[in-house]
């Protein structure tokens, strides 16, 4: 069984950073891709980043040039630094693990307001 942990959210001006963390535990034999998703509140999950065991990165257009997926698998974690965020970016963010099976994270806050 695998848990994911997602840390970091919170509110912060339009313009401004954040950092999510999430950590994977549990029986983690292989870290496997890992992606972030987003939920805005009456609206669907969507996709956000993903990076492969590899270290190859997407992002969805909305993000790109602003936001970095990034990994360390001695850790077991998956990063996302979001940059000159906007008011839209606010929604709460899952970390999805994929490795044959699928796991998603309990979510972490993210508001960006002034």
């Known amino acids: 069984q695998v848990q994911l942990v997602e840390s970091g959210g919170g509110l912060v001006q339009p313009g401004g950073s954040l950092r999510l963390s999430c950590v994977a535990s549990?029986?983690?034999?292989?870290?496997?891709?890992m992606g972030w998703y987003r939920q805005a509140p009456g609206k669907q999950r969507e996709f956000v980043a993903v990076?492969?065991?590899?270290?190859?990165?997407d992002y969805a257009d909305s993000v790109k040039g602003r936001f970095t997926i990034s990994r360390d698998n001695a850790k077991n974690t998956v990063y996302l630094q979001m940059n000159s965020l906007k008011p839209e970016d606010t929604a709460v963010y899952y970390c999805?693990?994929?490795?044959?099976?699928?796991?998603w994270g309990q979510g972490t806050q993210v508001t960006v307001s002034s």
């Open positions: 549990g029986t983690v034999f292989n870290m496997g891709t």
């Open positions: 999805k693990k994929t490795s044959g099976l699928v796991y």
């Open positions: 990076i492969s065991n590899g270290g190859i990165t």
